[in-house]
């Protein structure tokens, strides 16, 4: 048997934007475990909700993250409303469905960014972060934020946005469609980015069950679970069907948040086209009291949010539990056996979020 | 207007001693684990399983008293729940027992014991000493004797021995 040796990979590691690390048992070049550790940027927000009252907090939990920062505040907000016993009206389902997809591409394109940069093709990195920019131009359009929108409040949403301005993001994104193509292209169809993703860090079906993985990684393994399909906002009157793909590997990922891409700007088209007049919030009154388990299909997969209230002004907890940290188990087990070369590129192929995770 | 599956709201108040068995009847329904929280509440803390099947969920709550709260771990039966269990064990100072993966107290990188649950001040590295964990958690804990990485070591020998807990050692080792 070869000499076992450990490689610590990060916390601070070029190709991670964020803290995770992992120890990394090799032999020769191959790991054959991998132990991974977090808690560097623990910041304990949950622990905030008893300092902030839950109309507020909702600006707490939106910094969670901030790639899928409108998600979460969605998240607080229908977990915080089902506790409440809150309708929230049509129009405003249909105002976050159209926010939550614009996350979903900019969140894609940033992650097709940092995965190009992993592997050394840093022009392809540019043209999607270039591309990801003109969406983060429609949520300052729509918003007035590009990070933070603050926009979702329990009831509702804070701001209308025209049946005008949404039919000129739909044909804007609509007018992307041949430049995002030419770019996803490059992803699927070129032999150095083929080389670094296909057959690399397979998952079967019945892996990911077993460790119980979330979004893109459960999808590519042929896992059609997609919390969209639930019936919350607007996609069941748009129909919803998830992307899934077959082959489990690093390019089965990759591909399952490309076609993800297209199936959100088809989304925000008939959200544009089918969006009711109405009101955009109700009146919330009272204070939570129970406790609601709700959940969200964030750009990375399962988000949870779980609130518990006493009929107070302060909840008694606020729980989030994000992709990053369902999908940790799963990174671990496509690591054992994978060259080490490979480790930077399977680490990105869960999309982590470790702010996310640690919270 | 679609069926609202989200609005369903199944949470069974379950005994501590019959947790193994929902979870793992749970599991042979088919159901996956979605999540694994605990709740800081008046005399104790409230521990709650989140399971999923067909985009409907089935939670599991069991109360515990203030006092050395300790429970069976589940990840034998969902390996991914040690990430849950390692969680609550740093911040609210749950033990859980038989933990497929336990960090001994170190999962988080946290400034005070339990900061979410300050009734229950604990050491970590004690639990983990008790649990069986013992040689690596006490590795981790001991200020300053982690600098030429003989807690990766021990990972490994404890890798070579499948039987052993592997724990997660040196967070001070630094690199080697």
Redesign the interface.
């Known amino acids: 048997m070869a000499k076992?040796?450990?490689?610590?990979f990060g916390p601070q590691h070029p190709v991670l934007p964020e803290p995770i690390h992992l120890?990394l048992?090799i032999e020769d070049e191959t790991v054959?475990?991998a132990?991974p550790?977090?808690?560097?940027i623990?910041r304990?927000l949950e622990?905030l909700v008893e300092k902030n009252e839950w109309p507020e907090m909702v600006y707490v939990i939106e910094r969670v993250c901030g790639i899928c920062s409108f998600g979460h505040g969605w998240g607080y907000c229908?977990s915080v409303e089902?506790n409440l016993g809150v309708t929230v009206p049509l129009r405003a389902e249909y105002l976050r469905t159209i926010w939550h997809e614009l996350g979903r591409i900019h969140s894609h394109l940033l992650w097709l960014g940092l995965l190009a940069d992993a592997f050394g093709f840093e022009s392809l990195f540019m043209h999607s972060w270039r591309l990801r920019e003109k969406v983060l131009d429609m949520f300052e359009e729509t918003t007035g934020g590009r990070v933070i929108f603050s926009v979702c409040k329990v009831g509702g949403v804070r701001k209308d946005v025209s049946d005008e301005k949404l039919a000129e993001i739909s044909a804007e994104l609509n007018g992307m469609i041949p430049e995002l193509k030419e770019l996803t292209d490059v992803f699927i169809e070129d032999m150095s980015v083929k080389n670094r993703l296909t057959g690399v860090g397979v998952l079967s079906k019945e892996e990911v069950?077993?460790?119980?993985a979330v979004g893109p990684v459960a999808r590519a393994s042929g896992v059609a679970?997609d919390?969209r399909?639930?019936?919350?906002g607007a996609y069941?009157?748009l129909g919803f069907e998830p992307c899934v793909e077959q082959d489990g590997d690093s390019m089965a990922r990759c591909k399952v948040r490309i076609k993800e891409l297209f199936q959100s700007i088809e989304l925000i088209e008939k959200a544009a086209k089918s969006i009711p007049e109405g009101d955009i919030d109700v009146k919330v009154k009272g204070n939570p009291s129970g406790?609601?388990?709700?959940?969200m299909e964030q750009p990375r997969g399962?988000a949870?949010y779980?609130s518990?209230g006493n009929g107070s002004k302060f909840l008694?907890?606020i729980?989030v539990?994000t992709p990053t940290?369902?999908n940790?188990?799963a990174l671990v087990k496509m690591l054992q056996g994978c060259d080490l070369a490979d480790v930077p590129v399977l680490v990105l192929t869960i999309d982590p979020c470790i702010s996310c995770t640690?919270r | 207007m679609a069926e609202r599956k989200d609005l369903i709201q199944d949470i069974q108040p379950v005994e501590a001693s019959e947790l193994l068995g929902a979870v793992a009847d749970a599991k042979t329904a088919g159901y996956r684990l979605g999540q694994a929280c605990a709740t800081k509440v008046d005399g104790g803390i409230e521990v709650l399983y989140s399971l999923e099947k067909d985009e409907v969920l089935k939670n599991l709550k069991v109360s515990l008293g203030d006092n050395d709260p300790e429970l069976q771990s589940i990840s034998g039966i969902y390996w991914a729940a040690f990430i849950y269990e390692n969680e609550m064990h740093d911040l609210f100072g749950i033990t859980f027992k038989n933990l497929a993966l336990d960090f001994g107290g170190h999962f988080f990188k946290i400034a005070s014991e339990t900061p979410w649950n300050p009734v229950n001040k604990r050491s970590g590295a004690a639990d983990s000493a008790a649990d069986g964990g013992g040689e690596v958690a006490s590795s981790v804990a001991g200020e300053g004797d982690g600098g030429d990485g003989d807690g990766r070591e021990k990972i490994v020998n404890l890798e070579k021995n499948d039987k052993e807990t592997p724990a997660k050692a040196d967070e001070k080792g630094g690199e080697e």
């Not at chain 1, 399909?229 to 919350?232: C, I, K």
């Open positions: 076992r040796t450990v490689i610590p120890d048992v054959v475990e132990i550790s977090i808690g560097f623990h304990g622990k229908k089902g069950t077993e460790l119980c679970s919390v399909l639930d019936g919350h069941a009157e406790e609601f388990v709700g959940r399962e949870y779980y518990k008694e907890r729980r539990r940290n369902a940790i188990p640690e």
